[in-house]
């Protein structure tokens, strides 16, 4: 099997190449991607649906077996690691994960290019946003109206009671309700920004991209439920890549250029894994070294998260079952030295879950928007049936601590201000754990218990408090955090998650920085043939959902491509 480019990835940025990359009826294109198929008339109702709590729950669309330590290396002595939820399936996060359709503020381009990556500052990059978007709330330079994905803010009608107090509380404590999470770049609350289109539906790009038209195209193929093992070589040059279909049986696919679309996880452990990465972590294994780039799987980033809920009154819960929940931000700055505008952010969730007990729960979900911590993955094998060792080290700077538990304060204080009064029940601290995502977890058991608990917690009255206090947050208290400094600390140290946005693994930078891993074109440094196009690449982490971003970044190396650059 032979091809003139092979794409290993089919998520967000995979399917995007893919229909860039095919225009062209004289270039071959085959797409590898090992999840299921999403296509027209080929989609399930949780992916299809606004949304998205089912779909990053179903084990068959993530890479069940991927792991993640999450607190700072010195809190995880000891601590096993959470499952953390990787999209495996056409598509990638655009299919499963949480709509939003964000940019990011202009410094964080402009930092890009700061740090290496000449070419993606925003005044280069903003174009290509326009480009691939059709919003139909806004126009103007900031904004475009004719891409493949169509992005559109919740109506009067729809938005959930509880969001559009927690908005008018926080308008009245000086953060104003702005229109537009896409126009300047400047702090208030926003009704988020989400890419469902004009039939109320997800956009994954494996729709909005891989169109039926698209899909017809002679000079191109798509692989799914095919897992890329590692990339062939001959000498520093690739030939092609090694991929494994149902049965354990492997077989090679021969190119004249691989790009890779995997993910901030995948995409540099198949760079190790084929012997591009760390010399000395790769002699370990004995794998042979063709390139000793330091940076490969370093500079991995993350949004360090907490969260701060409360149990709703009846007639403040979401009305529609299956809408949207992530209906507003709330951006704003935390003011501590360095740090740029905007820098923090909590998203207003209508909904804590997709489940009888989520449902009763609304929340302040908060991120570092532009956090320092720095961490690294590394091969735990040279199987690639194992999956790599995946180290965060959230919190490890301690900037990052000082602005989370600033957070769960400032969140504190907005639910329980007077304006929330009858829009809210007790207050409690809150956090995805691994406790919270097994309870989540589809399954009759797990509704009746959750069902139960549901039932009681309505029917408790006075005792709500109690029964939260010793059922959901173990005997934490809000007040008890907000009293005590170290015990504040402490909970937010073992408790900080993810927001599900890895990045950095493979960053972009100029050939003589030995961390660079990728060249400002996507191609990887010391070697021929190879090219990264995924959240991977980004030199740091974009104030931001990085949905929208590494659709932009795997248009413009597309662009590349296609110019012969």
């Not at 991929?243 to 679309?261: C, D, T």
């Not at 959230?394 to 201000?417: F, I, N, T, W």
């Amino acid at each position: 099997m032979n091809t003139d480019i092979l794409i290993l990835g089919g998520g967000s940025a995979g399917c995007v190449l893919a229909a860039r990359l095919s225009e062209d009826p004289h270039r071959d294109v085959l797409l590898v991607e090992a999840g299921r198929n999403v296509s027209v008339g080929d989609i399930p109702a949780e992916v299809q649906a606004r949304y998205p709590g089912r779909a990053y729950l179903d084990s068959t669309n993530i890479w069940s077996g991927l792991t993640a330590l999450m607190g700072g290396a010195t809190r995880n002595a000891g601590r096993r690691p959470r499952r953390y939820e990787q999209a495996r399936i056409l598509g990638g996060g655009s299919a499963i994960n949480a709509l939003m359709a964000n940019r990011g503020a202009p410094g964080d381009y402009d930092e890009w290019e700061a740090l290496g990556a000449e070419g993606w500052n925003w005044e280069a990059c903003l174009p290509v946003f326009r480009a691939l978007e059709a919003d139909r709330d806004f126009d103007g330079p900031l904004h475009g109206c004719n891409g493949p994905l169509v992005l559109r803010r919740i109506g009067d009608a729809q938005i959930s009671p509880f969001v559009h107090r927690v908005m008018t509380t926080l308008d009245r404590r000086g953060y104003p309700i702005l229109p537009d999470q896409n126009g300047i770049w400047e702090d208030g609350t926003f009704r988020g920004v989400v890419a469902v289109d004009d039939r109320g539906q997800r956009q994954p790009t494996s729709l909005a991209y891989l169109t039926p038209e698209v899909r017809r195209r002679p000079n191109l193929t798509i692989l799914t439920g095919h897992a890329a093992t590692r990339l062939l070589f001959e000498g520093a040059r690739a030939i092609g890549a090694e991929v494994e279909a149902a049965g354990n049986r492997r077989f090679a696919i021969a190119a004249r250029q691989v790009v890779l679309a995997a993910g901030a996880i995948h995409s540099p452990t198949l760079l190790l894994r084929s012997g591009i990465g760390p010399a000395e972590e790769l002699r370990a294994f004995g794998i042979p070294v063709v390139a000793d780039r330091r940076g490969v799987g370093r500079n991995l980033m993350e949004h360090p998260s907490i969260a701060v809920a409360t149990w709703l009154p009846p007639r403040l819960r979401e009305r529609n079952l299956g809408e949207h929940h992530e209906q507003a931000i709330w951006r704003y700055s935390s003011g501590l030295p360095g740090a740029p505008a905007g820098d923090m952010h909590a998203a207003i969730l209508s909904r804590a879950g997709w489940h009888s007990v989520g449902l009763r729960t609304g929340s302040l979900f908060f991120w570092v928007n532009k956090s320092w911590s720095r961490g690294f993955l590394r091969l735990a094998s040279r199987d690639p049936s194992v999956e790599p060792e995946v180290d965060f080290r959230m919190l490890s700077d301690e900037r990052d601590l000082v602005r989370l538990k600033a957070a769960l304060r400032m969140g504190g204080e907005v639910l329980l201000d007077p304006g929330m009064d009858g829009a809210r029940d007790v207050v409690f601290p809150a956090s995805y754990t691994p406790r919270v995502a097994r309870i989540a977890v589809p399954g009759a058991w797990n509704a009746m218990q959750r069902g139960a608990l549901a039932r009681l917690l309505d029917w408790a009255g006075p005792l709500r408090t109690a029964l939260i206090h010793a059922v959901v947050t173990q005997g934490i208290t809000l007040r008890g955090l907000l009293s005590d400094d170290d015990a504040l600390t402490d909970f937010v140290r073992t408790n900080v998650g993810g927001t599900w946005h890895p990045s950095g693994t493979c960053r972009m930078g100029r050939a003589d920085d030995p961390q660079a891993v990728t060249s400002p074109l996507g191609a990887v440094l010391g070697v021929e043939g190879v090219r990264v196009a995924d959240a991977s690449v980004m030199p740091s982490i974009p104030r931001a959902n990085t949905n929208m971003p590494t659709i932009m970044i795997a248009e413009r190396i597309a662009g590349f491509i296609c110019d012969g650059r």
